[in-house]
């Protein structure tokens, strides 16, 4: 079945640097990339979302990329600040289909003033 | 306003005794979702529903049973809880298969 990793579990920022957040999926059918945040305590909200007909989607200081050859996908954050600090899930569909969401394990990312 | 409600958000029970998690949505969605979240694990789909007495097994369905009576609501069944089922339960809604899908508060449980 399909699967999705995610890398890093883990990641520490100073303010103001670049944070990436990196996603492999197994199923080659997969053609919708959502990024889900989760602040603490709170539920996932869907922050930005890509389909494999395009490449790269930007959402101002959020990217989302796109290698559909690899099978990888990546998100972006730059100028991070501490209200980015949250854990991030990547997710893979076959949209069109039946929306099953196959998550990846999520990346905690920590900004530092 | 638009809103996934799920009740209760907090539930501490036993091992055996059935329990309910309700889900209900007011914004018309056709599709409906339960997931269970654990550490290092991320977010696993337990079923789905497309519409009314439409469902379907997710990733991590044994132990659980989901019914699609009405359009907003989509209740979580677990008719013999065990420990192994502590966990964190989120359920989604969206309007069809092809939209994006939009998470309650959150059901924490733990079984005893």
């Known amino acids: 079945g399909e699967n999705v990793e995610q890398h890093p579990s883990t990641l520490s920022v100073q303010e103001g640097d670049s944070a990436v957040i990196k996603c492999t999926y197994s199923?080659?059918?997969?053609?919708?990339f959502p990024w889900y945040k989760q602040e603490l305590g709170k539920r996932p909200q869907l922050i930005i979302d890509i389909r494999s007909n395009v490449g790269e989607k930007k959402d101002q200081r959020i990217a989302v990329t796109l290698n559909k050859t690899a099978k990888h996908f990546s998100l972006h954050i730059t100028e991070t600040q501490p209200e980015d600090s949250a854990v991030y899930f990547c997710a893979a569909s076959i949209y069109g289909g039946y929306n099953k969401l196959i998550f990846g394990a999520g990346t905690r990312l920590a900004v530092h003033p | 306003e638009a809103q996934v409600t799920q009740n209760p958000r907090y539930l501490i029970t036993v091992t055996g005794k059935k329990l309910t998690v309700t889900c209900s949505q007011n914004?018309?969605?056709?599709?409906m979702s339960w997931y269970r979240q654990d550490p290092g694990l991320g977010l696993r789909q337990i079923y789905y529903s497309m519409n009314v007495e439409v469902t379907d097994k997710g990733d991590v369905p044994e132990g659980y049973k989901v019914s699609r009576k009405e359009k907003r609501n989509f209740p979580l069944i677990l008719e013999s809880p065990s420990p192994n089922q502590t966990s964190l339960y989120f359920c989604a809604s969206s309007l069809s298969a092809k939209n994006i899908q939009y998470f309650g508060a959150g059901t924490r449980l733990s079984v005893l």
């Open positions: 914004m018309n969605h056709e599709y």
């Open positions: 199923d080659s059918a997969s053609n919708y």
